[in-house]
Protein backbone atom coordinates (compact mmCIF):
# COMPACT_ATOMS: atom_id res chain seq x y z
CA UNK A 1 0.00 0.00 0.00
CA UNK A 2 1.30 3.26 -0.90
CA UNK A 3 1.76 5.96 1.59
CA UNK A 4 2.07 9.65 1.31
CA UNK A 5 3.45 11.88 3.78
CA UNK A 6 3.69 15.63 3.22
CA UNK A 7 5.58 18.20 5.71
CA UNK A 8 6.46 21.54 5.33
CA UNK A 9 3.56 24.27 5.41
CA UNK A 10 3.27 26.90 7.47
CA UNK A 11 2.02 30.40 7.43
CA UNK A 12 4.31 32.85 5.77
CA UNK A 13 4.47 36.51 4.49
CA UNK A 14 4.24 37.52 0.91
CA UNK A 15 7.02 36.93 -0.72
CA UNK A 16 8.56 34.14 1.01
CA UNK A 17 9.62 30.80 0.38
CA UNK A 18 8.50 27.18 1.93
CA UNK A 19 9.53 24.00 0.86
CA UNK A 20 6.81 21.29 1.04
CA UNK A 21 8.36 17.83 1.49
CA UNK A 22 6.54 14.28 0.45
CA UNK A 23 7.78 10.78 1.87
CA UNK A 24 6.64 7.86 -0.14
CA UNK A 25 6.50 4.66 1.47
CA UNK A 26 5.23 1.10 -0.23
CA UNK A 27 6.48 2.47 -4.14
CA UNK A 28 9.61 4.26 -5.79
CA UNK A 29 8.81 7.53 -6.44
CA UNK A 30 11.21 7.20 -9.42
CA UNK A 31 9.17 4.38 -10.78
CA UNK A 32 5.72 6.54 -10.86
CA UNK A 33 4.12 10.18 -11.90
CA UNK A 34 4.46 12.41 -8.89
CA UNK A 35 2.94 15.68 -8.35
CA UNK A 36 1.48 18.82 -6.37
CA UNK A 37 -2.01 19.58 -5.82
CA UNK A 38 -3.93 22.52 -3.94
CA UNK A 39 -6.89 23.27 -3.16
CA UNK A 40 -8.20 26.66 -1.66
CA UNK A 41 -11.30 27.43 0.68
CA UNK A 42 -14.25 27.13 -1.55
CA UNK A 43 -12.64 25.98 -4.62
CA UNK A 44 -11.94 22.52 -6.52
CA UNK A 45 -8.33 20.88 -6.14
CA UNK A 46 -6.42 21.79 -9.21
CA UNK A 47 -2.85 20.87 -10.34
CA UNK A 48 0.17 22.49 -9.17
CA UNK A 49 3.47 20.76 -10.74
CA UNK A 50 4.40 16.88 -11.55
CA UNK A 51 7.42 15.03 -12.58
CA UNK A 52 7.29 11.94 -14.57
CA UNK A 53 9.41 8.68 -14.16
CA UNK A 54 12.71 10.21 -16.57
CA UNK A 55 12.16 13.72 -14.65
CA UNK A 56 9.97 15.81 -16.96
CA UNK A 57 8.03 18.37 -14.63
CA UNK A 58 5.20 20.60 -15.82
CA UNK A 59 3.86 23.58 -13.79
CA UNK A 60 0.69 25.27 -14.13
CA UNK A 61 1.24 28.58 -15.66
CA UNK A 62 0.17 30.93 -12.63
CA UNK A 63 3.50 29.37 -10.63
CA UNK A 64 5.85 28.87 -13.49
CA UNK A 65 9.03 30.68 -12.13
CA UNK A 66 8.27 30.76 -8.73
CA UNK A 67 7.87 26.65 -7.90
CA UNK A 68 9.80 24.15 -8.99
CA UNK A 69 9.17 20.42 -8.16
CA UNK A 70 12.29 18.11 -7.71
CA UNK A 71 12.88 14.19 -6.47
CA UNK A 72 15.50 12.27 -4.53
CA UNK A 73 15.31 9.05 -5.29
CA UNK A 74 17.64 7.96 -2.29
CA UNK A 75 15.22 9.23 0.08
CA UNK A 76 12.35 8.26 -2.09
CA UNK A 77 10.69 11.99 -1.68
CA UNK A 78 9.98 14.81 -3.84
CA UNK A 79 9.95 18.33 -2.88
CA UNK A 80 7.89 21.64 -3.89
CA UNK A 81 10.09 24.40 -3.34
CA UNK A 82 7.87 27.37 -3.56
CA UNK A 83 9.35 31.07 -3.97
CA UNK A 84 7.76 34.44 -4.11
CA UNK A 85 4.45 33.19 -2.72
CA UNK A 86 1.43 35.36 -3.39
CA UNK A 87 -1.96 35.13 -1.23
CA UNK A 88 -3.43 33.69 -3.76
CA UNK A 89 -1.09 30.54 -3.16
CA UNK A 90 -3.04 30.01 -0.02
CA UNK A 91 -4.87 26.35 -0.02
CA UNK A 92 -3.91 23.31 1.49
CA UNK A 93 -1.32 21.13 -0.66
CA UNK A 94 -1.55 17.39 -1.53
CA UNK A 95 0.86 14.87 -2.57
CA UNK A 96 0.08 12.57 -5.48
CA UNK A 97 1.45 9.50 -6.53
CA UNK A 98 0.06 7.65 -9.91
CA UNK A 99 1.33 3.97 -10.77
CA UNK A 100 1.91 4.65 -14.78
CA UNK A 101 1.10 1.20 -15.66
CA UNK A 102 -2.16 0.72 -12.93
CA UNK A 103 -2.91 4.40 -13.35
CA UNK A 104 -4.12 4.39 -8.97
CA UNK A 105 -4.11 6.86 -7.31
CA UNK A 106 -2.49 7.84 -4.11
CA UNK A 107 -2.79 10.82 -2.52
CA UNK A 108 -0.96 12.31 0.98
CA UNK A 109 -3.48 14.06 3.77
CA UNK A 110 -2.41 17.69 2.99
CA UNK A 111 -0.22 20.10 4.40
CA UNK A 112 -1.90 23.94 4.94
CA UNK A 113 0.29 26.96 3.72
CA UNK A 114 -0.65 30.34 4.04
CA UNK A 115 0.37 33.29 2.75
CA UNK A 116 -0.21 36.76 4.35
CA UNK A 117 -0.39 39.56 2.64
Known amino acids: QVQLVESGGGLVQAGGSLRLSCVVSGSIVSANVMGWFRQAPGKQRSFVAT???????DQTDSVKGRFAISRDNAKNTIYLQMNSLKSEDTAVYYC???????????WGQGTQVTVSS
Open 96 to 106: LAINPRTKYNS
Open 51 to 57: ITPDGTT
